[in-house]
Every structure is written in structure tokens, then in C-alpha cells.
């Protein structure tokens, strides 16, 4: 029995994907019914999904570069230090909008969840693929962005797919397990906010683990899984590297990945049956 169960726990990834792919139509449309809903009754609608964002980088970028005048980090192939920032934030964006909202969707979307025949499992999904529609148009702003500083669109580019997928998995992997623990344990909400502010500067996003002052503190910095998603985006528009010349890193991560998605999937199926009745 116990055999059976890790081994059912050892395919669940693979077994959501399936089902995943089952539902992609139907994930699809709800997403996209989400994202124009969020603003109805707004005037600037969907602009408000980048103000922020944009705000946000504008005043990092004038505090560290201008204001304290931030020497560029080395080894960026002499990119300026507004792209360095804006590709690392774009995927960080992505990632905290993704899994923040995909944290309360089952409260939100509580008339979905105590119909018994929905498929609830879908519900975070389709917070992300919102999510994702928006990160598509930063992506944008970022290519502009990179060839207003001559930097052309290439081959490398391209890299872009695997490492969106990588935070769309790792997203997924947490938010299983912050939804469903959020309907039982209603703080996990607030919790995970100031998970969200206290690792934006655990992250290297505005800051290089090169300035740390000793050797050990880079190898814990790397053990953050989203490290390897910001140097990614990194590897696209300044550090020019490719996928396998990371390979310890991208075992690393994927590892990651999978125990996090397996244990998520664990706890949500182990809980639903429980949803309704908080609800």
C-alpha cells in the first residue's frame, strides 16, 4: 500500500499535466472571461495591470541608478543597467501576480468550487494564464525596451518559452498548496503578501549576489528556485547564455519543481472533498 501511494505521489506531476492538457480549452476561456472582468466598471481597465509595474521600475531604476548612482553589475557584456533590471523584474511580476492571485482563487471563485461536478483543480491554472496574458505584453515592453539600447532580437530569444514555462510550473507548484491551505487557514493570504515583499529583496532582482561578502552567501542565494528563472530571463537579453550551460542549475530546479508540484497536488487533493463545507 505504501508502494502504491509513492508511487501515485511520484506520478502526480505527470498525471496533472494530462489532465492539464484535457482541460486546456475550458482553462483558456475562464482565463480570459478572468482578465476582462478584473476591471470592469474601471475607466482605464487593463491599463491598471501595468501602471504599477511599470511605477515600480521606474523608481527602483531612478533610486539605484540615478539617485545612488549604481555602478551597472559586472559581467553584462556592457548592457545598462535599466534592461538588467527590467528583465529580471518582468519574470518576478509574472511569478508573484500568478501566484497571489491563484492563492485566493478558490475564495473567489467559491460558487465554482461547491458545484461538485467543476473541476476546482483548474481554478489556480486559470489565475496563472491571466497572469501569463499580462507577462506577454511586458515581454513586449521589454523587447522594446532592449532594442532602444541595441540589442536585436535573436535566436537566444527564443529561450524565453522554456523559462516562462519554468515560472508557470513553479507558480503552480506553490499556489496548490497556498489555495487550498488559504480556505481552512484564511491568514496563508496575508502571509503569502509578505512572503512576496520580504523574497523581492531576498532575490537578486535589483541587487547581484556578486557584492555579497563572502563565498557561501551566493550558493544559499542559488538554492532560491527563482534565481534560476531571473538569470534565465537574464541569459536572454544581457549574459547571452544558453539553456545547457546551466545544466546544475536546471537539475536543480526541476527537482524542485516536481517535489514542490507533487506535494501541492497531495495536499489539494487531499483537501478537497473539504472545500465546500468552509466555504
Not at 178 to 194: E, G, P
Request: contains cysteine; hydrophobic residues 55%; proline residues 5%.
Amino acid at each position: 500500500m505504501d508502494v502504491r501511494r509513492f508511487l501515485r505521489a511520484l506520478l502526480s506531476p505527470f498525471v496533472f499535466l494530462r489532465d492539464l492538457y484535457q482541460a486546456r480549452s475550458l482553462i483558456v476561456s475562464l482565463a480570459i472571461n478572468d482578465l476582462k472582468t478584473r476591471f470592469v466598471g474601471s475607466y482605464l481597465g487593463m491599463v491598471w495591470t501595468f501602471i504599477q509595474p511599470l511605477t515600480i521600475i521606474a523608481i527602483y531604476w531612478l533610486v539605484f541608478q540615478q539617485g545612488f548612482r549604481t555602478v551597472t553589475p559586472a559581467n553584462t557584456n556592457g548592457v545598462p543597467y535599466v534592461v538588467w533590471l527590467v528583465s529580471g523584474m518582468v519574470p518576478w511580476f509574472f511569478f508573484t501576480e500568478g501566484m497571489t492571485a491563484a492563492t485566493n482563487s478558490l475564495m473567489e471563485y467559491s460558487f465554482l468550487v461547491k458545484q461538485m461536478v467543476f473541476r476546482v483543480s483548474i481554478l489556480p491554472i486559470i489565475k496563472i494564464i491571466s497572469a501569463f496574458f499580462v507577462h506577454l505584453v511586458f515581454l513586449g515592453i521589454l523587447f522594446v525596451l532592449s532594442a532602444m539600447y541595441g540589442i536585436a532580437p535573436s535566436w537566444i530569444h527564443l529561450q524565453l518559452i522554456y523559462y516562462s514555462l519554468c515560472t508557470f510550473f513553479l507558480c503552480t507548484a506553490v499556489s496548490y498548496f497556498t489555495s487550498a491551505i488559504s480556505l481552512f487557514f484564511r491568514d496563508m493570504v496575508q502571509i503569502v503578501n509578505l512572503v512576496v515583499q520580504v523574497g523581492f529583496w531576498a532575490t537578486p532582482i535589483v541587487w547581484s549576489p556578486m557584492i555579497l561578502p563572502t563565498t557561501w552567501l551566493p550558493r544559499v542565494v542559488k538554492l532560491n528556485p527563482l534565481y534560476y528563472i531571473i538569470e534565465g530571463y537574464r541569459d536572454c537579453f544581457v549574459y547571452q547564455q544558453w539553456i545547457y550551460e546551466r545544466p546544475t542549475n536546471l537539475i536543480y530546479f526541476w527537482v524542485v519543481v516536481l517535489v514542490l508540484l507533487s506535494l501541492g497536488i497531495f495536499v489539494f487533493r487531499k483537501m478537497r472533498p473539504h472545500f465546500a463545507d468552509v466555504l
